[in-house]
């Protein structure tokens, strides 16, 4: 009886911790544009190389390729197609959620990048990879500089 | 520095400007909790001491009443047999006398601490506790002590049920 496995501790005395191990993350000079620009004026930012003609969305500071500093922001359509998808049905604690939520990378049209969103007002099961998408913007004065000031895409 | 870069980009920020609105910020704190449990043997005694007794465990291999009991003898390597209920006196096996409190202040009045061998536990097994109710000159090894408990309904299941040892 002595070597019965206890496999949960909260079956027996126990003490419940929290460790707080928090962070502050910033964006940096070019994500802090970019999340400015979304905050005030409803726009997306993105960065272009001229040498090897890549559109970063997000965009970057540095080119991938060629490590050149990136200094020409061009605005681009808040519009996309879905790349990839998946359904969840569960929270990131694991609990059901009450409806299925779909998360779509989103390639932004004009740039050769893109971005993880929730895409919503469409039926689950008539997802296609290619679906033309656009942004739903949070209403200015709601949005705090973050990318949940797109409140998510819907289909064109 | 490279050959495009001659000098670093960025804004050196003090933490004060962090909490700030200064830059826009993501604050998060991972949902990591944990459970630590006080293991079967250490969890019954508490459970227990909440109850207003004092429980240990035999091993019949060595014939030792273990307080707080184990589930394995350590002098034999093999599992403990049974519970046994030991006594809430005990003897001063040793003490001490604490002019400091636990934060390291000086006090007049000194914590007296001690090793007491529990009453129906082997010789030499016993809880340390505190003492109380008794002149700090007049303690000895070998005094006879008994638990001072809290009222039942204050008890929570720690060593701090009881709140000290007074002479018997």
Redesign the interface.
Known sequence: M???K?RD??K??????????????????T??RF??AL?DEGKLLATHCEKCNITFMPPR?YCDLC???LTEYKEVHPRGVIESYTITYEN??GKPLAEPLVLAFIKIDGTDGGLIHTVNEIQPQSLKIGTKVEAVFEVKGKRK??LTDIKHFKPV | MSKNMKTLPGTPLSGKELKSDKVITFNWRPNAKYAWSAGIAYGRFLDELKEGRIIGRRCRRCERTIVPPRMFCEQCFVATDEWVYVKDTGTINTFSLSYLDADANRIKEPIIVAVIDLDGASPGIGILHKLGNVDPKKIDVGMKVKAVWKPPEEREGAVTDILFWEPL
Not at chain 1, 12 to 29: K, L, N, S
């Open positions: 002595s070597f019965d206890i501790p909260r027996i005395r126990h003490q419940i911790g929290d460790m707080e191990c928090d962070y502050v993350y910033t964006a940096g000079i994500g802090e999340y400015l905050r500071m490590f050149g500093e990131r604690d500089g973050a």
